[in-house]
């Protein structure tokens, strides 16, 4: 009976309630005793269940062990001669393929049972890989996720899913930074990576954040529903600094227009000075539409200029170059270690072949092996920092004066919502004080990437670039 002992007897009771007699035709263990039968019968379910687990870890093993087959398999190799071995995972992975790939068809072997219709057949398993016909949109969702857009933004272009339930699980997916998990194992490298890790990380950061809104948590203001769908550009970074030492943030509000007049008062509000009636704090209220303009001005002015883009650009292009050449050290460094290790393996065969197997052969070849699989996939992850320096490419004086051409046009254009994304990667937030603001810029670098001609300024706080605006 397939099934574990306890609803095994919950099953059996119901039927004899039902005047049903339930005859063993496996160990005719009917003696007439109604106690030994009894004490035989659960014994017979326990050792179905114990067989049935036994089963079932053998299974769980035989997955695990197809999942991490790599491209050096020599039982693989056999049946595919000609494949390009680079020592990557083959993908091969049970179970339904991730939007954006596909089950390829591929033979490992063939079945070695003694007895069986399947025996002496190959062995056919699925290899996960892309899938050209999604991939492009797949790649485009997870771009347009990257830049901030909702899951109906998202929806409306890719169409990837029927409707948008679908989406909570895409992005949680780490098969898109290539990484499979499968039986409490994660395989870095499993299949081609369709995005950056970084994207990965910051969308995961960003649920965890939103998550603590359902919780009734204190959240990160940026993440907070209404001013993620807010229309205005600076909503949730204006903040009252006007009592020292402290800074309140600033909701935005309307007045209507009065009668005759056009249009609303749109302003920002201290949330603090309004609900203690301006007993904490006596900020006053500061019109949209000027802090608006001021901002734009003031990234214009201080940030978007060749003098700041001009040496952030040639780091880049430093670092690039940089981060290759310690790759390609420590690549040769690798290639070593694993031709030592791959030639200890095959030493180790030579002795299960020569003396049979050992408990003591087998943990060495256990922990070589091992070695082997974390040098091939710390070399994938190498060889895919390397870039030749043919594609590390200037960025001429042109091409930064074309990007600020492009971004002043952005700033000032109709699309609100992708001028609100703009200044969300310079701004970090806006402290309001006595009738001017202080604007805390960052950039859109990362602090790895990032060399200033300005001296000592930290990207990962609120303390870099600042200027004040009268507003």
């Known amino acids: 009976m397939e099934r574990d002992s306890i609803e095994a007897t919950h099953i059996k009771t119901d039927l004899r309630l039902r005047a049903i007699t339930i005859i063993d035709l496996m160990t005719s263990a009917n003696t007439g005793n109604a106690g030994m039968d009894a004490l035989i019968e659960a014994f017979q379910q326990w050792q179905d269940e114990q067989a049935l687990d036994e089963i079932s870890q053998n299974a769980k093993r035989g997955l695990a ?47 070695k049972r003694k007895k069986g219709r399947n025996s002496g057949e190959p062995r056919i398993v699925q290899r996960l890989v892309p899938d050209p016909e999604m991939w492009d949109r797949c790649y485009m969702a997870w771009e347009m996720r990257h830049a901030g857009l909702s899951y109906d933004k998202i929806h409306e272009v890719t169409r990837l899913f029927t409707n948008i339930n679908g989406y909570d699980t895409f992005f949680s997916n780490p098969i898109y930074m290539g ?6 194992k994660v395989y870095e490298g499993f299949v081609p990576a369709l995005i950056p890790k970084e994207w990965f ?5 960003n649920r965890a954040e939103r998550a603590k809104k359902r919780a009734g948590k204190k959240m990160d203001r940026n993440f907070e ?45 201290c ?23 001021a901002v734009i001005d003031n990234l214009m002015a201080h940030v978007l200029t060749l003098d700041n883009l001009r040496p952030m650009a040639i780091s880049l292009a430093e670092t690039l170059q940089e981060r290759s050449r310690d790759a390609g050290t420590r690549i040769i460094t690798l290639e070593s270690e694993l031709a030592e290790v791959q030639k200890s393996l095959n030493n180790i065969m030579d002795a299960f072949e020569k003396m049979g197997y050992t408990s003591h052969l087998q943990q060495r070849y256990d922990k070589r092996k091992k070695e082997e699989e974390e040098l091939i996939t710390e070399l994938s992850r190498l060889k895919a920092l390397q870039v030749s320096p043919k594609h590390i490419s200037a960025i001429s004086d042109e091409m930064l004066e074309g990007w600020i051409g492009y971004m002043r046009k952005v700033l000032e254009g109709e699309d609100k919502s992708l001028a609100k994304r703009v200044i969300r990667q310079f701004v970090a937030k806006i402290v309001i004080k006595n009738g001017t603001g202080t604007l805390y810029y960052t950039f859109p670098f990362t602090d790895e990437l990032y060399m200033s001609s300005y001296g000592n300024l930290d990207l990962r706080g609120f303390e870099p670039l600042t200027s004040t605006v009268r507003l």
């Open 65 to 111: 062990q197809l999942v991490g087959t790599r491209d050096t398999d020599p039982d693989f190799l056999q049946y595919n001669p000609n494949w390009n071995s680079t020592g990557a995972y083959l993908g091969l992975k049970p179970g339904a393929a991730s939007t954006g790939f596909k089950g390829e068809s591929i033979q490992i072997g063939v079945y």
């Open 201 to 205: 990380e910051q969308e995961q950061n």
């Open 271 to 293: 949330t603090t000075a309004k609900n203690s009636r301006n007993q904490q704090c006596f900020a006053k209220r500061i019109s949209i539409r000027s802090i608006e303009q």
């Open 179 to 184: 990484n499979v998990e499968f039986g409490g």
């Open 225 to 269: 529903p209404r001013r993620v769908s807010s229309e205005y550009l600076l909503s949730g970074l204006v903040v009252c600094g006007h009592v020292d030492g402290e800074e309140h943030p600033m909701n935005i509000e309307h007045i209507p227009a009065k009668k005759g007049q056009r249009g609303n008062y749109t302003f920002f509000v």
